[in-house]
Every structure is written in C-alpha cells, then in structure tokens.
C-alpha cells in the first residue's frame, strides 16, 4: 500500500539555520505530494505541492522537489525564522483519489 | 469567509457515552473525511465520503460512524467511548476530482479526551 515516511523529529535550529525536512514515499503511478504545516493549537494548512516528477513547489521560503527516481520529497529553507517551529507532515495522495496518506509528522522548534 | 468548521473544540466523556463531533464546511465541497492524530501516528483517516449520501471506511474506522445527508455537513459519531479514542480530530473537504487536484482544507481540530 501507499506509505509516507519523514524524518524523525523533533527538530532544533537556531534562526537563519539552513532546514533540510526528508520525506520519502512509496506509492504504486504517479502521486500528488504535499507537505502541511500545523501551528500551534491550529489545524493543518496546506505550504506547497507537487504533481508530476520533477516539479518544484515553493511557499514563504520554502520549497520541495518531486523526485521521482528517488521517491522523495524533502522540505528545503535557506534561513528560517522562529515563526517557523510547527510540525510538518508530508503526504500523498494517489492518482484519481482524494484520500490523503500522512507521514508521522516533524516537530521544528527554531531558537532565537 | 468560515471554511471548515469543527465543533467542540474541546470534549471530556466517561468511558461508555456516546457523542457526535460536528463538521460543516461552506465551499460546496463534494469530498469530506475525518483524520485522528495521535502522537508519532500522523493523522489516519476515520471514514470518508465522495458526496452526500456515500460514505465509505479509512484506515481506522472501528467504534465510529458518519452519515452525509448534505453536501455541507459530515458528523462523526462515537456510539461507546472508549479511551483509545482519547485524540485530536480533523476534519477535511476538497472539491471532487472533476474540478482536479485540489487540496484538502482542515478545520482546527477537536480535543477529545476519554476517561
């Protein structure tokens, strides 16, 4: 079955550090991939996507590239800020379908 | 501009009773789902439905039930809590895929607590 892997968390970065966010997947076709990101007391929102191999999706600074040869999706910002700490889920969802599969989440706290 | 809302946003229940946690959203979506979250899990899915009147199972469906009547609403049941349902719960709508690969839109959660 279709499964999401992320790296293990928490994640501690001190502000304008450079954050690397791996996620790998394994799905039968050609999958959409997404990564959301959950503040605090808040529900998830969307941050990027991607849907056909090689697409880059970028938002506030951050961006994922759809890596098709190696199943991979990994989360990139060049300097985050501490407005950044959340948790970050990685997901997937199979072509012609609208169910979402869920990596377990990373916890990113940035220190000032 | 309300989106997906969830109500309560907190609930304490004794081990046994019985409640339904409401989710409404107001974008004419076709699809709704319900997720848990637990620590180190992610999010799983609960029961989905493709639009009103159709409901199908996710990956954790035991001890809930959904029912869509409407486009609108999508209500999760739990008929005897039990503490393993002690969670978070989100619920999400997107428009179908005739309108394409359009994204899932949370609500901000219900902390569901069993004692």
């Known amino acids: 079955g279709n499964s999401v892997t992320q790296m293990e968390g928490p994640v501690t970065l001190s502000e304008e550090a450079f954050l690397t966010i791996n996620c790998t997947y394994t799905?039968?076709?050609?999958?959409?991939l997404f990564w959301y990101v959950q503040y605090p007391g808040e529900g998830l929102q969307l941050l990027l996507k991607a849907t056909k191999a090689d697409d880059k999706g970028s938002n506030k600074g951050f961006e994922a590239t759809y890596r098709k040869e190696t199943t991979s999706f990994h989360l990139e910002k060049g300097s985050v800020q501490v407005s950044d700490s959340a948790v970050y889920f990685c997901?997937?969802?199979?072509?012609?379908?609208?169910?979402?599969?869920f990596g377990q989440g990373t916890r990113l706290t940035i220190n000032p | 501009n309300a989106g997906v809302t969830q109500t309560p946003k907190f609930q304490v229940l004794k081990t046994g009773q019985s409640m339904t946690l409401q989710c409404a959203q107001d974008m004419n979506h076709e699809y709704m789902s319900w997720y848990r979250q637990d620590p180190g899990m992610g999010l799983r899915l609960i029961h989905y439905?493709?639009?009103?009147?159709?409901?199908d199972q996710g990956e954790v469906p035991n001890g809930y039930n959904v029912s869509r009547s409407t486009t609108e609403d999508f209500p999760l049941r739990l008929l005897s809590a039990a503490p393993s349902q002690t969670s978070v719960y989100f619920c999400?709508?997107?428009?179908?895929?005739?309108?394409?690969?359009?994204?899932?839109?949370f609500g901000d959660g219900t902390r569901l607590s069993i004692l």
């Open positions: 799905a039968t076709g050609y999958p959409s």
């Open positions: 997901a997937l969802r199979s072509q012609g379908a609208q169910k979402l599969v």
């Open positions: 439905s493709v639009g009103a009147g159709i409901t």
């Open positions: 999400a709508s997107s428009s179908g895929p005739r309108v394409g690969n359009q994204p899932q839109h």
